[in-house]
């Protein structure tokens, strides 16, 4: 894949959810939308829900769709607070790596928390799944996949 896409993808992750970006108008009923858009390029992650959600990123160029990652994911503990730990994701997302666009990178702790994600494949085709630890027990877990589309 192009870098220039690589790095407009890392860019647009990093300004919208990761970043805290302004929600665009839903494309669904209680959907929460991002978009990003440079030049040709546009971006626009969807989802669904707050502590048990699914969603989709999707890659534009002249508004013809080439690359798409679903992923779902879960809260999987009541004993910890839902701000604090959106918080460290965001902290995560936000290193998201260029070799490997998808989530955030493979390892990232910060105090109590710490943060995995692991991938199989190329960006053409490939699954994963992030976790985050709290105090060594896990506490959120997402699935995603993804790769071209034509």
Do not use: Q
């Not at 992750?13 to 959907?31: D, H, I, V």
């Not at 390892?107 to 053409?124: I, L, P, Q, S, T």
């Not at 994963?128 to 877990?141: A, D, S, T």
């Amino acid at each position: 894949m192009n870098k220039d896409v690589i790095d407009f993808l890392v860019k647009a992750k990093k300004a919208t959810f990761a970043g805290e970006g302004a929600r665009a108008e839903p494309s669904r009923p209680n959907s929460k939308d991002l978009h990003y858009v440079e030049g040709k390029l546009k971006y626009i992650d969807t989802y669904l829900g707050m502590t048990n959600f699914a969603g989709e990123e999707a890659l534009w160029e002249n508004d013809i769709p080439f690359w798409s990652m679903n992923y779902m994911g879960r809260v999987l503990s009541e004993d910890i607070s839902v701000e604090l730990l959106w918080r460290f994701l965001n902290e995560a997302l936000l290193l998201v790596p260029k070799e490997y666009p998808y989530r955030g990178p493979l390892h990232y702790d910060n105090g109590d928390f710490a943060y995995r994600c692991a991938v199989n494949g190329d960006f053409h085709w490939f699954s994963g799944v992030e976790e985050i630890f709290y105090k060594g027990n896990k506490v959120y877990e997402l699935l995603f996949h993804g790769g071209n589309v034509e």
